[in-house]
Protein backbone atom coordinates (compact mmCIF):
# COMPACT_ATOMS: atom_id res chain seq x y z
CA UNK A 1 0.00 0.00 0.00
CA UNK A 2 1.11 3.54 -1.03
CA UNK A 3 2.51 5.42 2.40
CA UNK A 4 0.22 8.23 3.51
CA UNK A 5 -3.03 5.89 2.04
CA UNK A 6 -4.98 3.46 4.91
CA UNK A 7 -6.75 0.18 4.06
CA UNK A 8 -10.67 0.98 3.12
CA UNK A 9 -12.89 -1.34 4.99
CA UNK A 10 -15.84 -1.88 2.14
CA UNK A 11 -19.40 -0.29 3.41
CA UNK A 12 -22.43 -0.59 1.88
CA UNK A 13 -22.81 3.20 1.64
CA UNK A 14 -20.52 2.92 -1.09
CA UNK A 15 -23.15 1.65 -3.17
CA UNK A 16 -26.18 2.89 -1.73
CA UNK A 17 -24.80 7.32 -1.38
CA UNK A 18 -23.72 6.71 -5.35
CA UNK A 19 -26.90 5.63 -6.67
CA UNK A 20 -29.23 8.13 -5.00
CA UNK A 21 -26.91 10.88 -5.34
CA UNK A 22 -27.34 10.00 -9.13
CA UNK A 23 -30.90 9.40 -8.85
CA UNK A 24 -31.34 13.18 -6.87
CA UNK A 25 -29.28 14.66 -9.40
CA UNK A 26 -31.28 13.47 -12.34
CA UNK A 27 -34.21 15.13 -10.68
CA UNK A 28 -33.17 18.27 -10.12
CA UNK A 29 -31.00 18.68 -13.43
CA UNK A 30 -34.79 18.02 -14.57
CA UNK A 31 -36.38 20.40 -13.11
CA UNK A 32 -33.78 22.92 -13.76
CA UNK A 33 -34.26 22.63 -17.77
CA UNK A 34 -37.72 21.61 -17.62
CA UNK A 35 -38.70 25.28 -16.76
CA UNK A 36 -41.80 26.61 -14.69
CA UNK A 37 -43.39 24.92 -12.35
CA UNK A 38 -41.04 21.77 -12.02
CA UNK A 39 -38.49 23.68 -10.08
CA UNK A 40 -41.22 26.05 -8.03
CA UNK A 41 -42.68 22.55 -7.13
CA UNK A 42 -39.49 20.71 -6.17
CA UNK A 43 -38.23 23.13 -4.22
CA UNK A 44 -41.10 23.26 -2.07
CA UNK A 45 -41.53 19.70 -1.68
CA UNK A 46 -37.64 19.53 -1.03
CA UNK A 47 -38.65 22.78 1.94
CA UNK A 48 -41.83 20.56 3.27
CA UNK A 49 -39.56 17.47 3.61
CA UNK A 50 -36.96 19.29 5.54
CA UNK A 51 -39.07 21.70 7.43
CA UNK A 52 -40.44 18.48 8.83
CA UNK A 53 -36.79 16.96 10.05
CA UNK A 54 -35.52 20.08 11.49
CA UNK A 55 -38.74 20.71 13.67
CA UNK A 56 -38.93 17.60 14.51
CA UNK A 57 -35.18 17.53 15.47
CA UNK A 58 -35.11 20.62 17.51
CA UNK A 59 -38.34 19.89 19.39
CA UNK A 60 -37.56 16.26 20.42
CA UNK A 61 -40.90 14.89 19.08
CA UNK A 62 -42.76 17.88 19.44
CA UNK A 63 -43.25 20.16 16.59
CA UNK A 64 -46.20 19.78 14.63
CA UNK A 65 -47.62 23.51 15.45
CA UNK A 66 -44.24 24.87 15.03
CA UNK A 67 -44.34 22.94 11.55
CA UNK A 68 -47.55 23.85 10.61
CA UNK A 69 -46.36 27.62 11.04
CA UNK A 70 -43.38 26.91 9.28
CA UNK A 71 -44.56 25.58 6.12
CA UNK A 72 -47.18 27.87 5.88
CA UNK A 73 -44.52 31.13 6.48
CA UNK A 74 -41.96 29.14 3.78
CA UNK A 75 -44.73 28.54 1.36
CA UNK A 76 -46.27 31.76 1.65
CA UNK A 77 -43.26 33.52 0.91
CA UNK A 78 -42.00 31.53 -1.99
CA UNK A 79 -45.57 32.10 -3.56
CA UNK A 80 -44.97 35.41 -3.28
CA UNK A 81 -41.81 35.59 -5.12
CA UNK A 82 -43.61 33.69 -8.17
CA UNK A 83 -46.12 35.44 -8.09
CA UNK A 84 -44.59 38.93 -7.80
CA UNK A 85 -40.53 37.95 -9.31
CA UNK A 86 -39.70 41.72 -9.53
CA UNK A 87 -41.13 42.14 -5.86
CA UNK A 88 -37.59 40.90 -3.71
CA UNK A 89 -38.59 42.62 -0.86
CA UNK A 90 -42.04 41.28 0.40
CA UNK A 91 -40.78 37.89 0.28
CA UNK A 92 -37.91 38.55 2.81
CA UNK A 93 -40.53 40.19 4.74
CA UNK A 94 -42.60 37.24 5.15
CA UNK A 95 -39.80 35.29 6.42
CA UNK A 96 -38.80 37.90 8.82
CA UNK A 97 -42.64 37.98 10.00
CA UNK A 98 -43.03 34.35 9.69
CA UNK A 99 -39.71 33.73 11.80
CA UNK A 100 -41.62 35.94 14.44
CA UNK A 101 -44.63 34.05 13.96
CA UNK A 102 -42.93 30.39 14.63
CA UNK A 103 -41.06 31.77 17.38
CA UNK A 104 -43.82 32.97 19.38
CA UNK A 105 -46.28 29.66 18.94
CA UNK A 106 -42.77 27.70 20.10
CA UNK A 107 -42.38 30.23 23.09
CA UNK A 108 -46.30 29.60 23.96
CA UNK A 109 -45.14 25.70 23.77
CA UNK A 110 -42.07 26.29 25.81
CA UNK A 111 -39.92 24.11 22.95
CA UNK A 112 -36.93 25.51 22.07
CA UNK A 113 -38.12 29.09 20.56
CA UNK A 114 -34.80 30.16 19.13
CA UNK A 115 -34.31 26.89 17.39
CA UNK A 116 -37.90 26.63 15.52
CA UNK A 117 -37.77 30.41 14.38
CA UNK A 118 -33.75 29.98 12.70
CA UNK A 119 -35.36 27.14 10.73
CA UNK A 120 -37.61 29.50 8.87
CA UNK A 121 -34.48 31.77 7.87
CA UNK A 122 -32.14 29.01 7.20
CA UNK A 123 -34.74 27.15 4.78
CA UNK A 124 -36.51 30.34 3.35
CA UNK A 125 -33.55 32.27 2.02
CA UNK A 126 -32.24 28.82 -0.01
CA UNK A 127 -35.31 28.88 -0.99
CA UNK A 128 -35.97 32.13 -2.56
CA UNK A 129 -32.36 32.13 -3.75
CA UNK A 130 -32.10 28.99 -5.74
CA UNK A 131 -35.72 30.40 -7.86
CA UNK A 132 -33.81 33.95 -7.91
CA UNK A 133 -30.72 32.34 -9.32
CA UNK A 134 -32.35 30.96 -12.17
CA UNK A 135 -34.87 33.86 -13.10
CA UNK A 136 -32.55 36.66 -12.46
CA UNK A 137 -29.01 35.93 -12.92
CA UNK A 138 -27.77 39.71 -14.40
CA UNK A 139 -25.82 38.01 -17.53
CA UNK A 140 -29.15 35.31 -18.00
CA UNK A 141 -28.35 31.52 -18.26
CA UNK A 142 -29.26 30.81 -14.71
CA UNK A 143 -29.83 26.84 -15.72
CA UNK A 144 -26.39 26.82 -16.22
CA UNK A 145 -25.55 28.74 -13.01
CA UNK A 146 -27.72 26.53 -10.71
CA UNK A 147 -25.93 23.55 -12.77
CA UNK A 148 -22.43 24.83 -11.87
CA UNK A 149 -23.18 25.08 -8.67
CA UNK A 150 -24.76 21.54 -7.51
CA UNK A 151 -21.63 20.34 -9.60
CA UNK A 152 -19.50 22.04 -7.12
CA UNK A 153 -21.42 20.93 -3.84
CA UNK A 154 -21.48 17.16 -5.33
CA UNK A 155 -17.77 17.65 -6.29
CA UNK A 156 -17.18 18.76 -2.37
CA UNK A 157 -18.46 15.83 -1.02
CA UNK A 158 -17.48 13.09 -3.07
CA UNK A 159 -14.09 14.44 -2.86
CA UNK A 160 -13.84 15.06 0.57
CA UNK A 161 -15.57 11.08 1.12
CA UNK A 162 -13.00 9.77 -1.01
CA UNK A 163 -9.60 11.62 0.41
CA UNK A 164 -10.99 11.12 3.50
CA UNK A 165 -11.58 7.63 3.50
CA UNK A 166 -8.57 6.96 1.58
CA UNK A 167 -6.23 9.12 3.31
CA UNK A 168 -7.46 10.15 6.75
CA UNK A 169 -5.44 12.13 9.06
CA UNK A 170 -6.16 14.86 11.15
CA UNK A 171 -10.23 15.55 12.11
CA UNK A 172 -11.36 18.79 10.64
CA UNK A 173 -13.59 19.14 14.27
CA UNK A 174 -13.69 16.37 15.89
CA UNK A 175 -16.32 17.73 18.46
CA UNK A 176 -18.62 18.91 15.74
CA UNK A 177 -18.26 15.69 13.60
CA UNK A 178 -15.32 13.14 14.19
CA UNK A 179 -15.73 11.83 10.95
CA UNK A 180 -14.82 14.26 8.88
CA UNK A 181 -10.92 15.00 7.86
CA UNK A 182 -8.77 17.25 6.81
CA UNK A 183 -7.62 15.74 3.99
CA UNK A 184 -11.61 15.36 3.05
CA UNK A 185 -11.96 19.62 3.61
CA UNK A 186 -8.77 19.52 1.27
CA UNK A 187 -10.20 17.24 -0.86
CA UNK A 188 -13.24 18.36 -1.55
CA UNK A 189 -11.71 21.71 -2.24
CA UNK A 190 -9.88 20.22 -4.82
CA UNK A 191 -12.28 18.11 -6.94
CA UNK A 192 -14.96 21.12 -6.62
CA UNK A 193 -12.39 23.23 -7.77
CA UNK A 194 -11.20 21.54 -11.03
CA UNK A 195 -14.90 20.13 -11.93
CA UNK A 196 -15.84 23.84 -11.99
CA UNK A 197 -13.28 25.09 -13.97
CA UNK A 198 -13.93 22.08 -16.51
CA UNK A 199 -17.76 23.13 -16.78
CA UNK A 200 -16.69 26.80 -17.18
CA UNK A 201 -14.05 25.82 -19.90
CA UNK A 202 -16.89 23.72 -21.68
CA UNK A 203 -19.68 26.47 -21.32
CA UNK A 204 -16.66 29.19 -22.89
CA UNK A 205 -15.85 30.67 -19.96
CA UNK A 206 -12.51 31.90 -17.78
CA UNK A 207 -11.52 28.25 -16.45
CA UNK A 208 -9.14 29.37 -14.03
CA UNK A 209 -12.02 32.05 -12.23
CA UNK A 210 -14.35 28.40 -12.23
CA UNK A 211 -11.32 27.18 -10.53
CA UNK A 212 -11.66 30.05 -7.66
CA UNK A 213 -15.01 29.86 -7.54
CA UNK A 214 -15.52 26.41 -7.47
CA UNK A 215 -12.38 26.40 -4.33
CA UNK A 216 -14.24 28.92 -2.22
CA UNK A 217 -17.70 27.68 -2.63
CA UNK A 218 -16.54 24.23 -1.35
CA UNK A 219 -15.09 25.87 1.81
CA UNK A 220 -18.67 27.23 2.04
CA UNK A 221 -20.17 23.57 1.27
CA UNK A 222 -18.21 22.59 3.99
CA UNK A 223 -19.21 25.08 6.41
CA UNK A 224 -22.82 24.15 5.67
CA UNK A 225 -21.99 20.65 6.58
CA UNK A 226 -20.59 21.66 9.70
CA UNK A 227 -23.28 23.62 10.44
CA UNK A 228 -25.75 20.81 10.49
CA UNK A 229 -23.16 18.40 12.17
CA UNK A 230 -23.39 21.06 15.08
CA UNK A 231 -27.04 21.43 15.10
CA UNK A 232 -27.12 17.35 15.47
CA UNK A 233 -24.42 17.19 17.80
CA UNK A 234 -26.67 20.06 19.78
CA UNK A 235 -29.68 17.64 20.11
CA UNK A 236 -27.64 14.57 20.34
CA UNK A 237 -28.82 12.86 16.57
CA UNK A 238 -27.23 10.96 14.47
CA UNK A 239 -28.76 11.58 11.00
CA UNK A 240 -31.48 14.46 10.41
CA UNK A 241 -33.70 11.40 8.99
CA UNK A 242 -33.71 8.26 7.01
CA UNK A 243 -35.76 9.06 3.65
CA UNK A 244 -32.61 8.64 1.06
CA UNK A 245 -30.22 5.23 2.15
CA UNK A 246 -26.86 5.81 2.16
CA UNK A 247 -27.27 9.68 2.90
CA UNK A 248 -29.69 9.98 5.78
CA UNK A 249 -32.23 12.79 6.19
CA UNK A 250 -32.95 15.23 3.62
CA UNK A 251 -31.24 17.38 5.51
CA UNK A 252 -27.96 15.53 5.57
CA UNK A 253 -28.49 15.47 1.98
CA UNK A 254 -28.97 19.37 1.02
CA UNK A 255 -27.00 21.59 4.02
CA UNK A 256 -24.19 21.66 2.00
CA UNK A 257 -26.52 23.19 -0.83
CA UNK A 258 -28.59 25.28 1.48
CA UNK A 259 -25.41 27.24 2.54
CA UNK A 260 -23.91 27.63 -0.98
CA UNK A 261 -27.14 28.66 -2.23
CA UNK A 262 -27.44 31.96 -0.14
CA UNK A 263 -23.75 32.47 -0.94
CA UNK A 264 -23.77 32.47 -4.22
CA UNK A 265 -27.20 34.67 -4.48
CA UNK A 266 -25.18 37.19 -2.31
CA UNK A 267 -21.98 37.33 -5.12
CA UNK A 268 -24.03 36.91 -8.30
CA UNK A 269 -27.54 39.22 -7.61
CA UNK A 270 -25.83 42.04 -4.97
CA UNK A 271 -22.34 41.85 -5.68
CA UNK A 272 -23.02 41.63 -9.56
CA UNK A 273 -20.44 38.51 -10.09
CA UNK A 274 -20.58 36.29 -13.61
CA UNK A 275 -20.68 33.02 -12.10
CA UNK A 276 -19.78 31.95 -15.53
CA UNK A 277 -17.05 34.26 -16.03
CA UNK A 278 -18.03 35.14 -19.85
CA UNK A 279 -19.53 32.74 -21.03
CA UNK A 280 -22.21 32.69 -23.65
CA UNK A 281 -21.03 36.32 -24.52
Not at 93 to 121: H, I, K, S, Y
Amino acid sequence: MAPGLKAVKFSRDWITRPFFAVVLAAAVIFAIFKGKPYLEIAVAVAVLLAAREWHRLVGKGRYGAELFASVVVLWTSLGAFIVWPHDHLLPLLLLVAGTALVFTVALLRRNNPVWQAAGVAYLGLPALAVIALRDFVPHGHGEWVLIGLFLIVWATDTGALFAGNLIGGPRLAPVLSPNKTWAGFIGGMVSAAVIEAIFVLILGGHAVMGAVLGGGMAVIAHLGDLFESWAKRCFHVKDSGSMIPGHGGVLDRIDSTLATLVALAVLVLVLKLDPLFGAFS
